[in-house]
T-cell receptor, first 114, second 112 residues
Framework: DTAVSQTPKYLVTQMGNDKSIKCEQNLGHDTMYWYKQDSKKFLKIMFSYNNKELIINETVPNRFSPKSPDKAHLNLHINSLELGDSAVYFC?????????????FGPGTRLTVT | QQQVKQSPQSLIVQKGGISIINCAYENTAFDYFPWYQQFPGKGPALLIA?????SEKKEGRFTISFNKSAKQFSLHIMDSQPGDSATYFCAAASGGNEKLTFGTGTRLTIIP
């Protein structure tokens, strides 16, 4: 019974393409996040949403656009993909808004841009 | 600017030994310090966390030691087991902030 799921698990695409990653959580949480983990394993937050409202928008190129159709879903759309976008992207969720709440991570989506 | 510095980058410990990972922070507003464990191919998962009102927190074989004056905290894994082999991330946040700031990770390998 998966708590936070992401699709696809692997994504290989060429520079300039547009792609989306989907995330769903069945924990009934109010807050969802997108993180990027680079090749050196450094984990950095990109966005967070609380009840479909954007809370955190870190310094991310505006080629990245999150969309939250409902509380249980947070998708990430990336336009005009670049080589530097290659990374593992993690979706996470927490019961409430704020860093004190435990964050539950999905299994990750490995994006490779060629 | 790296606000949470983590060391070592990698660590090899014999089974049964003690694994120690250290983190240092700069922002004195930080008041929540979790540790996350990540196995290969998986997302990070919360392992243990501490608030600065205590100097130590223990859960099973895992202990966080916290030194507020030095702005340092560390994870100790007692009786390390091969199943503990993973990447460990320290993190920090201030209570009123939405954001966790992660350290750079430590790849821990426990050898038999």
């Amino acid at each position: 019974d998966t708590a936070v799921s992401q699709t696809p698990k692997y994504l290989v695409t060429q520079m300039g393409n547009d792609k989306s990653i989907k995330c769903e959580q069945n924990l009934g949480h109010d807050t969802m996040y997108w993180y990027k983990q680079d090749s050196k394993k450094f984990l950095k937050i990109m966005f967070s949403y609380n009840n479909k409202e954007l809370i955190i928008n870190e310094t991310v190129p505006n080629r990245f656009s999150p969309k939250s159709p409902d509380k249980a879903h947070l998708n990430l759309h990336i336009n005009s993909l670049e080589l530097g976008d290659s990374a593992v992207y993690f979706c996470a969720s927490s019961q409430g808004s704020g860093a004190l709440y435990e964050q539950y991570f999905g299994p990750g989506t490995r994006l490779t841009v060629t | 600017q790296q606000q949470v510095k983590q060391s070592p980058q990698s660590l090899i410990v014999q089974k049964g030994g003690i694994s120690i990972i250290n983190c240092a922070y700069e922002n004195t507003a930080f008041d929540y310090f979790p540790w996350y464990q990540q196995f290969p191919g998986k997302g990070p998962a919360l392992l243990i966390a501490i608030r600065p009102d205590v100097s130590e927190k223990k859960e099973g074989r895992f202990t966080i030691s916290f030194n507020k004056s030095a702005k340092q905290f560390s994870l100790h894994i007692m009786d390390s087991q091969p199943g503990d082999s993973a990447t460990y991330f320290c993190a920090a946040a201030s209570g009123g902030n939405e954001k966790l700031t992660f350290g750079t990770g430590t790849r821990l390998t426990i050898i038999p």
